[in-house]
């Protein structure tokens, strides 16, 4: 028999499943294309996959639909408890950076869905990128609870709650080119106001001709290549490896400019080739920089030295090339 | 030469360390591997999230934590703020 408590517990369970409905699939593709971001959001709360009992494992999630569908999707066959934890709907990694995925709301959230009751175990499985946030020794104090963590990727984790072991490789982070080319959407969606801004200035101030095509050229070099090509291009530093295939992007509309205007004198042609050459790999660089924050392994103080090293250089580079753009119109 | 990232903040007293693993088993990078008692064998490679310092009983760890993200430190700057926060941000 059933004691009121766990009739009442078993209530706040919510069932789910590993199915990925079309609804679920459009919501990834705005997710992905970053519309409406912070709105991709699941209910907090104790969710029930499969027919789980009291000895069933118990894994630990964040509210946004791309990290709970990649969970749910990962255990289709398996009995298990998802507990949803409020990180506003943000993904894991990012909310434990934030503290949002983090000891005191999965210890909050443990006490609130009545965990104790539902499981007679004590251990949660986290997601390793979730360690950031989570003190484990801290989360065993305040709930009872010790938590585990699993692997990095919920595409081992069947295997490892078979195995009940993880090897090196599901613990490392990998960053490939699929991780990188799929943020190409989302990095493109977030310079498009800014870029629109500076289109409609430079066509009020009359240079939009000058700079249009080096501005295009840096866009496509920063926020599509240099996503796809990051780990063969040259040097460690994001700014540099921007520069440097800036410089290359420019070569094109360099090319071009020596061949269209044959007529015109030769410092009018190298003004006009080092204005291309400054405006495209500053912009490029700038925007290479900024990936940064989509990588799984820049650190905070290398980013700030990168800042202080090279921003100045690239406002410099840029400013050169827009004066020279200008002087060409006027001249 | 155009390497930011070969020194970092990250720091760890072996004295204080009593063989636990954990900072091993949260390290998404493989910084540390334990033989006994842990020991550093990729410090470059720290990319500064914290998950070590943080889940480390002894407090032998100790790192500024922060995200690495070059966006949101600019525009905390350009704002006047100290402390970085992608609220406004990329990630999601």
Not at chain 1, 59 to 82: E, M, P, W
Not at chain 1, 285 to 312: D, H, K, W
Request: aromatic share 8%; hydrophobic share 45%.
């Amino acid at each position: 028999m059933l004691s009121a408590t766990t009739v009442a517990v078993q209530k706040t369970v919510k069932p789910t499943s590993g199915l990925i409905t079309w609804a679920n699939r459009w919501d990834h593709i705005l997710a992905r294309l970053g519309v409406r971001r912070g709105n991709h959001r699941v209910e907090p709360g104790l969710y029930s996959i499969g027919h789980p009992d009291h000895d069933s494992p118990v894994l630990v999630s964040a509210n946004y639909t791309l990290s709970f569908d990649a969970l749910r999707f990962s255990l289709v066959g398996a009995d298990a408890y998802i507990l949803v934890l409020d990180t506003k709907g943000i993904n894991v990694w990012c909310a434990a950076g934030k503290g949002t995925f983090g000891t005191d709301e999965l210890v909050q959230r443990v006490k609130g869905t009545g965990l104790l009751n539902v499981v007679d175990h004590r251990t949660l499985i986290l997601p390793q990128l979730g360690a950031p946030g989570v003190s484990a020794h801290e989360v065993r104090e305040r709930s009872g609870f010790r938590v585990k963590y699993g692997p990095v990727r919920a595409q081992d984790l069947q295997e490892y709650l078979l195995q009940g072991r993880i090897t090196p490789e599901m613990r490392r982070v990998r960053f490939g080119v699929a991780d990188r080319a799929v943020l190409i959407p989302v990095e493109a969606a977030h310079i498009l106001v800014p870029l629109l801004v500076v289109v409609t200035v430079l066509k009020l101030t009359g240079v939009v001709n000058q700079i249009f095509n080096p501005a295009v050229a840096a866009v496509v070099a920063g926020i599509v290549l240099f996503p796809l090509l990051l780990p063969w291009i040259p040097t460690r530093d994001f700014s540099t490896k921007g520069f440097i295939l800036g410089a290359v992007a420019a070569l094109p509309l360099i090319f071009r400019d020596v061949l269209s205007i044959p007529q015109i004198t030769w410092w009018r042609v190298s003004a006009q080739v080092l204005s291309t050459l400054l405006l495209v790999s500053s912009i490029t660089a700038y925007l290479s920089l900024n990936f940064t924050g989509s990588t799984t392994f820049t650190s905070r103080s290398g980013v700030r030295r990168e800042i202080f090293r090279y921003v100045p250089v690239m406002a410099v580079t840029f400013m050169i090339g827009l004066v020279l753009a200008v002087l060409l119109r006027i001249f | 030469m155009f390497d930011s990232y070969r020194v970092n903040t990250l720091e760890y007293d072996p004295k204080l360390c009593n063989g636990c693993a954990r900072c091993s088993t949260v390290c998404p990078h493989g910084v540390f591997t334990v033989n006994g008692i842990a020991e550093i064998i990729n410090l470059e490679a720290c990319m500064e999230c914290g998950a070590c310092q943080l889940n480390c009983p002894q407090r032998a760890i100790r790192v500024d934590s922060g995200v690495g993200c070059a966006a949101a430190m600019i525009w905390s700057a350009l704002r006047g703020r100290k402390e970085t926060s992608c609220s406004s941000c990329c990630c999601g």
